[in-house]
């Protein structure tokens, strides 16, 4: 997919990116090469983003980031010095709107005039971006497309980070369409249409492609740390232990009496949430578009048993998300540490297949 960058002046040059996912939990960073017949990962890492240090897709923390970037760059040393990022959440709007002209120059020239309408800050205050949707959907009375407008604040906080440690932005895209971009690199144009959930920390992207297109994308506001809250709030621990015992559980029997439950009830909710939302889309879209299949990626899709419960209540068949299917592996990477990591990394290796050319 060739979904928009933000601003313009960034994404006009194809340079190979460093996909850098820039989450609430963790910073993520995978950098790609290929040689024209295969794929490679060159780098591929994360670290952890202080408490409190990014809230809401932004920065508040600018010191705490940049050190923890700078320490992952140290580490990993990709060659790359261009860097593709992406923002959600309420920083950004994206929306299916009719514009009344054909020629992609002319949408562009009205694109302000057209944005005003649907975008509830001031126009001042975003960058305007948009993509044509499939042509064959070309209405008769105009051109459906992707509208996105962003928030310049925060664009302009990952812009000043990026700078920061050394490295250029290139590419600012939209958290749900690099994820659709992942599940392109990995299994090509899939024929069926799948909805791809990445349930981060603080927020989860959801967008449904068919063939390489976005037919509905969404964000939402839940995550891991609100169940390492629940947990916290259930047992008294502190934020750490409760954080480790809701990734690797604990002998404890006495505990796990406790954790348990919460786990299982959050993360019903979080089902519940995404079924409203699949209906939702159902209701205004025709059976050929309904989802077939989900694929959970973000750090929370490891939760265990989320799989399961999201089938019981979702009511579609549900598999963890893998991004690096069919992509060749650097001597120095071990294979363990990329499948332990793999769906997490969804975002990032959308964000760094961005450039990359076949
Ligand atoms: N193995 C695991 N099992 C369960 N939860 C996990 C596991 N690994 C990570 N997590 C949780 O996943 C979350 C981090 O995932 P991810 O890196 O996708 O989030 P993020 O991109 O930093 O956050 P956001 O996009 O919401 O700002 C944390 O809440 C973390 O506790
Ligand atoms: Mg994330």
Known sequence: MKFPSLPKKWGQRQRPTLGLDIGSHSIKIVELSSNGTSRTIRCIGRALVPPQAIVDGSIKELDKVTEVLKILLGNLRPKVKYAATSIAGYSVIVKKIIVPYQDEGEIERNLIFEAEKYVPFEIEEVYVDFHVLDRKRKESSGTEIFLVAAKRE????YAVLIQEVGLSPAVVDVDAFALG?????????????????????????????????????????????????????????????????????????????EVTPVCKELCGVWAEELKKAMDFYKANSSTEGYPTQLYASGGSASLKGL??????????????????????????????????????????????????TK
Request: no cysteine; glycine share 8%; net charge negative.
């Open 154 to 157: 925060i664009v302009d906080e």
């Open 181 to 257: 971009n992942a599940l392109e690199g990995a299994f090509g144009l899939l024929t069926e249409p799948i909805v791809l959930v990445d349930i981060g920390a603080q927020k989860t992207n959801v967008n449904i492609i068919l063939q390489g297109a976005s037919l509905f994308a969404r964000d939402m506001a839940f995550g891991g740390a609100q169940l390492t809250e629940a947990i916290q709030e259930a047992t008294g621990l502190e934020y750490l232990d409760a954080e480790r015992i809701k990734i690797a559980g604990s002998e404890d029997m006495a505990i796990m009496k």
């Open 307 to 356: 799989d399961r419960l999201f089938d019981d209540i979702i009511g579609l068949p549900v598999k963890i998300f893998n991004p690096l299917h069919g992509f060749t592996i650097d001597h120095d990477i071990e294979p363990e540490y990329i499948s332990s990591v793999a769906p997490q990394m969804a975002i990032a290796t959308g964000l760094a297949l961005r450039t990359l």
